[in-house]
């Protein structure tokens, strides 16, 4: 293949040629806003910073309809101009910054419901998953997972640049269940093509694409029944202690589960909201839960572990104002951290199911308080509950990081590497179907380049 497009074409010509299909108001070219547009959250990695903070793109577009965006797909492919879909602004590992220029897409506009049932939400990409989220309670529905930055995240930037998260303890990640029932994708070709794809080998080939294979105009959800949950923290004297009862509390499929997170200390300190309701007791490590369990059976489930319950928030609170607890969670759980000290950084790792406290122990023994743990039980796809984690390190430099993630891999813990945008750098989540995909959907290779390894001579 051919390596990615040299830096853009987009001059004026191009530009009021857009202008034309989505009006001025929707084409913003001033220096600022090209600069807080084009960026997403990479800053979570010291190692991506310099490499992805000049990169910006030429023009931020705001298309309406999937129409208005075919019309621009194509007279940007005409000009050969490189183009970036943008949703919220939220993805890690600045797979939505433009490195080549040109035009990125924001979907903000492309806001229609379609279908809402207790079942399924049908939704244009720009649709917040909070508007489903709200929308499905009314009909008695809700999102089976979410991130947990269910607020900003559109339902396109969702399905390609996330992966799961709460809720991903019942029904697994994005990719199992049959989850994500429908994609509606547009292609970038001088006539670009819109195609629905419903079987799970196809949309294997958008699901987490980063933005690198189609550009997503529709998303179908599959919905589960609105449950009315409890949302609990316990601390524990002791780390082991909290993560044996989290894990034995995970695989009891009798408790009806949404979140189930153990957190070693010291970063339950970086909490502060929490901490300043007293729910995060100097010392103590702790164990985040949302289940349908009242009070009353949550107290004698947890009656023998030794455990104080330190928060609660009843069902009348789930979604209502001010934090819910999974505000904390994920990758919230990072951002915490990074604002209590800018010093601290992250890993995304998946542990052996069976070796859990084992590979922590050494881990523990070989890297100190270097990395503190923080994990996520969530369902795999042959249904077993996996720890998977989203450690807490303290950075040191990038030679660390790799030093930490060889160890990592070499003792079973299987790392994706969050300080990386080369998205192929692993192939266990971009996987070579994705690469004949964007062959055949974007023969041009002008889809958000410059994130793919074996597309570029670029290095990290
Ligand atoms: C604090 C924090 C917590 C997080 N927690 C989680 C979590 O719990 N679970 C999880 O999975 N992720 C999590 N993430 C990562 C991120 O939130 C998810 O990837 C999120 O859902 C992205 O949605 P977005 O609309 O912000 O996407 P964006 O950041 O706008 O885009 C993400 C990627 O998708 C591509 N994209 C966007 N729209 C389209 C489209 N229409 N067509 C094709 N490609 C498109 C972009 O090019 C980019 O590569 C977290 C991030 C942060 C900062």
């Not at 090209?34 to 903070?53: A, E, M, T």
């Not at 900003?152 to 399905?159: L, R, Y």
């Not at 601290?344 to 052996?352: A, G, K, V």
Request: overall charge negative.
């Amino acid at each position: 293949m051919p390596t990615d497009p040299t830096p853009s074409n987009l001059d004026e010509t191009v530009l009021a040629r857009i202008a034309a299909i989505v009006g001025s108001d929707n084409i913003k070219t001033e220096p600022r806003t090209l600069r807080s547009g084009s960026r997403d959250c990479f800053h979570f990695s010291p190692v991506l910073i310099p490499q992805l903070d000049q990169c910006q793109a030429d023009a931020i577009v705001y298309p309406a309809t999937e129409a208005e965006l075919v019309q621009v797909i194509t007279e940007a492919v005409k000009a050969q101009v490189p183009i970036v879909p943008r949703g919220g602004g939220t993805g890690n590992y600045g797979q939505g910054v433009p490195m080549q220029g040109g035009l990125l897409i924001n979907t903000r506009r492309m806001n229609r419901i379609f279908a809402l049932t207790a079942d399924i939400a049908h939704v244009a990409a720009g649709v917040s998953l909070w508007t489903i989220e709200r929308e499905a309670a009314a009909v008695g529905g809700e999102l089976r997972m979410f991130p947990s930055t269910i607020r900003t995240s559109s339902s396109a930037g969702f399905i390609t640049g996330g992966s799961g998260g709460v809720g991903s303890i019942h029904w697994g990640m994005l990719r199992d269940n049959d989850n994500i029932r429908h994609v509606r994708i547009v292609t970038i070709e001088a006539e670009p093509q819109c195609i629905d794809l419903t079987t799970p080998d196809a949309l294997r080939d958008v699901l987490h694409n980063c933005g690198l294979t189609a550009f997503v105009t529709e998303v179908t959800f599959a919905l589960a029944p609105k449950t009315r949950w409890h949302q609990y923290i316990y601390a524990f004297d002791d780390f082991a202690e909290a993560l044996a009862q989290g894990e034995q509390l995970a695989r009891d499929d009798g408790v009806k589960k949404r979140l189930a997170t153990v957190f070693e200390w010291p970063i339950p300190q970086y909490f502060t909201p929490l901490a300043g309701k007293g729910a995060c007791p100097d010392g103590k490590s702790l164990l985040f839960l949302i289940t349908d369990r009242d009070p009353a059976a949550m107290a004698s489930l947890m009656a023998a572990t030794g455990a104080t319950n330190t928060f609660y928030l009843p069902p009348e609170d789930d979604g209502a104002r001010g934090f819910q607890i999974y505000d904390f969670t994920w990758n919230h759980t990072t951002q915490w951290a990074m604002k209590y000290d800018s010093s601290l950084t992250y890993l995304q790792e998946m542990f052996d199911r069976e070796q859990l406290a084992a590979q922590l122990a050494a881990r523990k023994e070989r890297f100190g308080d270097q990395v503190s743990a923080h994990i996520e039980f969530v369902r795999a796809s042959d249904g077993a509950i996996r720890p998977a984690a989203l450690s807490i390190v303290r950075y040191q430099g990038r030679e660390q990081l790799w030093q930490l993630i060889d160890w990592c891999e070499a003792h079973g813990i299987r790392v994706a590497n969050p300080h990386t945008h080369y998205l192929d750098d692993d192939i266990r989540w971009f996987n070579a179907g994705m690469l004949d995909a964007k062959r055949r959907w974007d023969p041009h290779q002008l889809l958000n380049p410059g994130h793919l390894r074996a597309l570029t001579a670029q290095t990290a």
